[in-house]
């Protein structure tokens, strides 16, 4: 008689590992198709000037994973070391050209504070040699939360005719900002000098 339970218990035992065997590999398919799949892009929001008229200029806010990149958080560094630096100022921000997407990143060390597209116009001043000056002003609102301002490192990207990717201005709550720039190409973090980060 155990003979005759244990036979007809292995068949349900081999039936019940063969279920959880699919089971686990349903899973595991499920996770390798949902890493390969193509993330959604990211929202862009479009600036207005001061006029409040939207302008060609649009606004994201960096990812966790694309702070984790490799320029990114080179670049983040170097700033930090400038930052402590003798002759930091508090007003020092910094910009990055990431010239494979044709996107620009800046970092306002000093914001702790969270900005968005409501907050922030972009406007477009001509110089007197002719050429355009993007001019970004930005305006902490009062109800705000509060936030590292490594986490938020404000993509823009533009479609403007005009502005040609190198004169660039940032005011922060009605104090100008001294601007470091770099750009970051192939070979990764490169002065302004040694790289020309025109559009056309």
Known sequence: MEEKQKSGL???LGLIALIILLFVGIKLVFAGLGAAMPKPEAQWEWLTNQGG???AYALRVLSESERQSGDIQRWLSAAEEQLAGEEAGADQAFWLYLQDQDEYVLYLPIQDRTLTSASITATEERD???EYTLVLRART???STQVVPEEQLLCFATQSESW?????RVILDGREQELDKLVSTQDGLRSTEETYIGRF
């Open 10 to 12: 292995l068949p349900i």
């Open 53 to 55: 008229q939207e302008t």
């Open 128 to 130: 007197e040699d002719g």
């Open 141 to 143: 609102p009062e109800d």
């Open 164 to 168: 040609r990717g190198i004169r660039v």
